[in-house]
T-cell receptor, first 108, second 114 residues
Framework: GIQVEQSPPDLILQEGANSTLRCNFSDSVNNLQWFHQNPWGQLINLFYIPSGTKQNGRLSATTVATERYSLLYISSSQTTDSGVYFC??????????FGAGTILRVKS | KAGVTQTPRYLIKTRGQQVTLSCSPISGHRSVSWYQQTPGQGLQFLFEYFSETQRNKGNFPGRFSGRQFSNSRSEMNVSTLELGDSALYLC?????????????FGSGTQLSVL
């Protein structure tokens, strides 16, 4: 089945810093989503982005489908950005395969 | 608009028992998926329901089952619980589970099997 690799596994930032999270996947996909898991366990959908670039406030994401990777950019990080960021892909429908996640810690 | 609601939030069971978890999707959403999250295996797809029919299934034993009602609410059942079933069970909904749709997750049910 499709493989999803996220890097880095852990990231510690000072408040105000910028970061880039990467997601590599092993096959063509028609569904790619980025999620943030907060300390209470809820997965918050950040982007649906199987290709192209999208921006939402301080967050933006780019997926280069032909090269099988996606990037999540976080600018001017805040302590509330802490948590685990997941990339998830599917070759069809919503049967998502998740990466192992990037644990982000933002220090004040 | 209310989000995806899962009940109960926490559950403690003993080995051999069975458990039923409930999920109410966002109003108007007809596709409901279930995922299991463990420290060792991460997030894994269990199954998806649409219009009261199971449309996709992950690689879990038959002890894991689910159903969907006519109002799109879904339940999942785990029979003969094992210690390894301890996990956070997450439910997600989308309009029809089709192309271009974001998936929205509930807060999950934390199941502990003793």
């Amino acid at each position: 089945g499709i493989q999803v690799e996220q890097s880095p596994p852990d990231l510690i930032l000072q408040e105000g810093a910028n970061s880039t999270l990467r997601c590599n996947f092993s096959d063509s996909v028609n569904n790619l989503q980025w999620f943030h898991q907060n300390p209470w366990g809820q997965l918050i959908n950040l982007f649906y982005i199987p290709s192209g670039t999208k921006q939402n406030g301080r967050l933006s994401a780019t997926t280069v489908a032909t090269e099988r990777y996606s990037l999540l950019y976080i600018s001017s990080s805040q302590t509330t950005d802490s948590g685990v960021y997941f990339c998830a892909v599917a070759t069809y429908g919503n049967k998502l395969v998740f990466g192992a996640g990037t644990i982000l810690r933002v220090k004040s | 608009k209310a989000g995806v609601t899962q009940t109960p939030r926490y559950l403690i069971k003993t080995r051999g028992q069975q458990v039923t978890l409930s999920c109410s999707p966002i109003s108007g959403h007809r596709s409901v998926s279930w995922y299991q999250q463990t420290p060792g295996q991460g997030l894994q797809f269990l199954f998806e329901y649409f219009s009261e029919t199971q449309r996709n299934k992950g690689n879990f034993p038959g002890r894991f089952s689910g159903r969907q009602f006519s109002n799109s609410r879904s339940e999942m059942n785990v029979s003969t619980l094992e210690l390894g079933d301890s996990a956070l069970y997450l439910c997600a909904s989308s309009l029809e589970g089709g192309y271009g749709e974001k998936l929205f997750f509930g807060s999950g049910t934390q199941l502990s099997v003793l």
